[in-house]
C-alpha cells in the first residue's frame, strides 16, 4: 500500500516544530516569555516566528504595546497548535506512565462536600500499595467537574449524580449517601423525626449554586412536592451553607455533616427518605494510563469499605 501526502498534511509536517512556540506567544503575549517558557533564546524565536509567517504565507503576530498579540491567522493556528500539544502530551505520559507504571500521575476531580472523608479514605488505601502514584485535586461544582473531565483537565472525577445519560462518559455507581433537611436550633422542625418536602413551601432555603448535584435535588424536590423554592441565599461550600443555616438565615438540603452537624444546627431526616448516588465517571473509550486505571479499580472495588456514612448499593 502507497501513503501520499496532500498538500496540507505536507504543511502540517513542517509546520509541527515550531507550533509549540506559536501556542506559548498566544498564552503569554510576549515573544521573550513565550522563549523563556521553552528554553530557547529570543533571537531564535524571532526568526522561528518569522520563518512559521514566510511558510504559511501570513503574518501570525503583530506589535501591541510593549507585547505582541496574535493576527486572525496567527490565532487560528495557535488554537489547532493548543489541541494538538494536549493530545500529543496526553500520549507522552501515557508512555511514560507505560514504562514507569509505579510513579504515574492521577488528577482527581470532586465534589466539595466529598473531600472531607471519602477522597482521602480512598487515596489513602490506594497509596499503601501504590505509594510512587501522585496526584493532584480539582475541587468545584459538578457541572465543573464534569466540563474538565471532558476537556481532558482531569482522569477522574466523583460526582453526585452520575452523568448516566452522556454517552461521552462512562460511569460506576459506588454508594448511596442520605440527604437530610438542617434547621437552625429551635426552629419549629428541630424537634420532629421526619419532616415531607412538601412542608418546605414558604420556607426560606439556603442552597448551593446552580452546578451542584445537592442543588438540582433539591429543586427537583422541591418541584415533586408542587412549589417553588423561595431561596434566599447560594453558596458553593456546604460548610458556609450550614452557617447560614445556624445563624438562622433558612434551612438546607445537605448531607449529614460529620461527625456531627456544626453548634446551633439541628439535622432532621426527610420522609420518604432521600438519597443521593456517589460515583466516579472518566471518559468514555479512551485508555486510561496505567495509574489512572489502577485508581479507578481500586475504588470501585474498596468504595463499600472504608467505613464512612454511605449506604452500599444492593
Known amino acids: 500500500m502507497t501513503y501520499e501526502s496532500s498538500e496540507d498534511e505536507a504543511l502540517a509536517a513542517r509546520l509541527a516544530p515550531t507550533l509549540a512556540l506559536l501556542a506559548a506567544v498566544g498564552e503569554t503575549g510576549h515573544v521573550t516569555r513565550a522563549a523563556e517558557l521553552l528554553g530557547i533564546p529570543q533571537p531564535t524565536a524571532s526568526r522561528r516566528l518569522a520563518a512559521l509567517a514566510d511558510l504559511v504565507g501570513a503574518p501570525l503576530v503583530l506589535p501591541s504595546g510593549r ?14 497548535a493548543a489541541r494538538a500539544l494536549a493530545v500529543l502530551t496526553g500520549g507522552a505520559r501515557e508512555v511514560r506512565e507505560e514504562i514507569h507504571p509505579g510513579t504515574g500521575h492521577v488528577i482527581l476531580g470532586f465534589l466539595h462536600l466529598l473531600g472531607r472523608s471519602l477522597v482521602p479514605s480512598l487515596i489513602r488505601g490506594f497509596r499503601e500499595r501504590h505509594p510512587g502514584v501522585r496526584f493532584s485535586l480539582a475541587q468545584g461544582s459538578r457541572q465543573d467537574m464534569l466540563r474538565g473531565l471532558k476537556d ?5 472525577v466523583f460526582v453526585a449524580p452520575l452523568p ?9 455507581p459506588l454508594a448511596d449517601q442520605e440527604l437530610v433537611l438542617s434547621v437552625p436550633r429551635g426552629h419549629r422542625f428541630a424537634g420532629r423525626t421526619r419532616v415531607r418536602a412538601a412542608e418546605l413551601a414558604g420556607e426560606d432555603l439556603v442552597t448551593l449554586e446552580h ?3 445537592v442543588r438540582q435535588i433539591t429543586d427537583d424536590l422541591c418541584a415533586a412536592a408542587g412549589f417553588e423554592p423561595r431561596v434566599a441565599f447560594e453558596g458553593q461550600e456546604s460548610e458556609t451553607v450550614r452557617g447560614l443555616v445556624a445563624a438562622g438565615l433558612g ?28 460515583g466516579v465517571s472518566w471518559p ?23 467505613g464512612l456514612d454511605l449506604r452500599p448499593i444492593t
Open 284 to 306: 468514555a473509550g479512551e485508555r486510561l494510563t496505567p495509574a489512572v486505571r489502577a485508581f479507578r479499580d481500586h475504588v470501585c472495588s474498596d468504595a463499600a469499605d472504608i
Open 164 to 172: 448516566l445519560d452522556d454517552p461521552d462518559l462512562d460511569s460506576r
Open 211 to 213: 452546578g451542584y448535584g
Open 152 to 156: 481532558g483537565e482531569i482522569d477522574l
Open 251 to 278: 434551612v438546607a438540603i445537605l448531607p449529614s455533616g460529620e461527625p456531627a452537624p456544626p453548634a446551633g444546627v439541628v439535622e432532621v431526616p426527610l420522609s420518604p427518605p432521600v438519597f443521593r448516588r456517589i
Open 67 to 80: 507585547g505582541v498579540r496574535l493576527t486572525r491567522a496567527g490565532r487560528t493556528l495557535a488554537g489547532s
